[in-house]
Each structure stands twice: as structure tokens, then as C-alpha cells.
Nanobody, 115 residues
């Protein structure tokens, strides 16, 4: 059982930046894919960025050039650097890890972009 805990959400003005963190209960090296998803009110959950254990990172078109997913040297956490935030980025952001067909989710962190 992998536990994921997100943090770093909050209220930010349009054009601002936030950095989300997701700390895992074990090394993410054992996890096939780490990803960030988001869900806005009344909308389905959507993939924002994903980072396979091997391979290139993939970003949704709506965040390309603005968001960057990374990990730490110890491979126990992943991050989502969000720049040039827009009101439409407002959502609950979830950290996800997939291992051997099982998906693990964090509790989510609220990001609100508003003036």
C-alpha cells in the first residue's frame, strides 16, 4: 500500500506560481508511473502530467510550457511547478501512483486562481 500526501495548494492571482509537492510512503522507484491529475467542480478528473519510471514525461496540452513535473534525488517525492496560472487552472490537484495495475491516490490539494 503506497500512501501519497500532497501539499502546496492555495490561492494565487492569475499569472502567479505555485509548487505542489507529493510525498510518498516509499521510494517512487518502485512505482511504474507517477502522475498529477486535477478535477474542477462539475468536471471529470483529468491528467495534468505523468512521469513513467522509464521514459519521457508527458504533459496535457493545456499545461505545456507552464507546468513542470519533477522528482527529488531520493526519489521519495514528486513536484508540480505551476507557472503562469490561469483561472481555468482552478481545481483540486491529486497525486497518483500506479504500480502493477493498482492506482494509489493522495487526498488532493486545492488550487484556486483568482484575482
Amino acid at each position: 500500500q503506497v500512501q501519497l500526501v500532497e501539499s502546496g495548494g492555495g490561492l494565487v492571482q492569475p499569472g502567479g506560481s505555485l509548487r505542489l509537492s507529493c510525498v510518498a510512503s516509499e521510494s517512487i522507484f518502485s512505482i511504474n508511473v507517477m502522475a498529477w491529475y486535477r478535477q474542477a467542480p462539475g468536471k471529470p478528473r483529468e491528467m495534468v502530467a505523468r512521469m513513467p519510471r522509464f521514459g519521457s514525461r508527458i504533459y496535457a496540452d493545456f499545461v505545456k510550457g507552464r507546468f513542470t513535473m519533477s522528482t527529488d534525488v531520493a526519489r521519495t517525492a514528486v513536484y508540480l511547478q505551476m507557472n503562469s496560472l490561469k483561472p481555468e487552472d482552478t481545481a483540486v490537484y491529486y497525486c497518483n501512483g500506479e504500480r502493477n495495475g493498482t492506482n494509489y491516490w493522495g487526498q488532493g490539494t486545492q488550487v484556486t486562481v483568482s484575482s
